[in-house]
């Protein structure tokens, strides 16, 4: 059971119409280290691997990152809200347009769509983890280049929010691992 | 949207983030009762602003806002993305 409350977790300010921009966040909507995919791998590792510590944070992050999908979707909605067909087209958003008007779809960058390849869950508690901390680790990677995308203060605040959860991911992630290594036998 | 309730909302961002930091610690930090405590100040407060919210007649949450706000607030106040 999930309860939906009408606020972002961080505040979304975009003070510069630019549709490439909005190209380049999308990956972090539908793409392989995208908000999504990590939601959707915390959630469907819960049910098997057993420590107690870890079904609660896999659950708890797999929530919060609900939440990083909705800023995400703010971005992306507030950057094209305004745009026209021919300035979405300059953007390399042509093909997006004629196809899915301003709807956002879960897509990386390039158009290629979601899927859950992405998750790539082993059934193995120490694998998923690895998994788990690297998926942070490319996402921390993915904010700091999309930072460097654009000159927009406001919209760097919020990304520089969205890259500093991801180490903080990673850190509680990586506290479950090393004490599931050291109770296994190796 | 009104000044309070936006105001409300900046504060239970705020404070929403310094409990969902607790929440993750303590999952992986069960026993730390220091940091329990300060979680179970942080929740109480977030109560408060709830309370502030809801009587500025400001719908929060889908099932769990009781009473729902007698006027539409839901269907009409702002979502996140039609705000700032």
């Keep these: 059971m999930w309860i939906y409350e009408k606020r972002l977790q961080y505040p979304v300010c975009i003070n510069k119409k630019d549709v490439t921009m909005a190209r380049y966040l999308i990956t972090q909507y539908g793409g392989p280290d995208g908000e999504l995919a990590a939601s ?50 300059s953007a390399g958003l042509g093909t997006y347009f004629v196809d899915h008007g301003r709807d956002l779809v879960y897509t990386n960058g390039d158009g290629i769509p979601f899927t859950s390849a992405y998750l790539a869950s082993k059934g193995d508690p120490i694998a998923n983890l690895y998994e788990d901390i690297a998926a942070e680790e490319k996402a921390r990677a993915v904010y700091e280049k999309l930072i460097l995308m654009t000159d927009d203060t406001a919209l760097q605040d919020s990304l520089r929010f969205l890259r500093e959860r991801e180490i903080i991911h990673s850190q509680r992630f990586r506290e479950v691992l090393e004490r599931l290594k050291d109770n296994t036998t190796r | ?39 179970q100040e942080l929740v109480r407060r977030q109560r408060l602003l709830y309370r502030s919210l809801q009587q500025e007649g400001f719908t929060l949450q889908n099932f769990s806002d009781h009473p729902p706000s007698t006027t539409s607030s ?9 705000m700032g």
Excluded at chain 1, 57 to 75: G, K, R, W, Y
Excluded at chain 2, 11 to 22: F, T
């Design chain 1, 40 to 89: 959707l791998r915390y959630m469907t590792q819960r049910y098997t691997i057993e420590d107690r510590s870890a079904i609660a944070l896999l659950t708890d992050i797999a929530t919060e990152e609900l939440a990083h999908l909705e800023m995400i979707a703010t971005m992306v909605y507030k950057l094209l809200e305004d745009a026209t067909p021919k300035e979405l087209e």
């Design chain 2, 1 to 39: 949207m009104e000044e309070t309730k936006l105001r409300i909302i900046d504060h239970l961002q705020k404070n929403g983030q310094a409990i969902i930091d607790a929440r993750l610690w303590l999952d992986t930090h069960p026993n730390h009762l220091k940091v329990l405590q300060e979680a």
């Design chain 2, 74 to 82: 839901w269907l009409f106040d702002p979502w996140p993305w039609e």
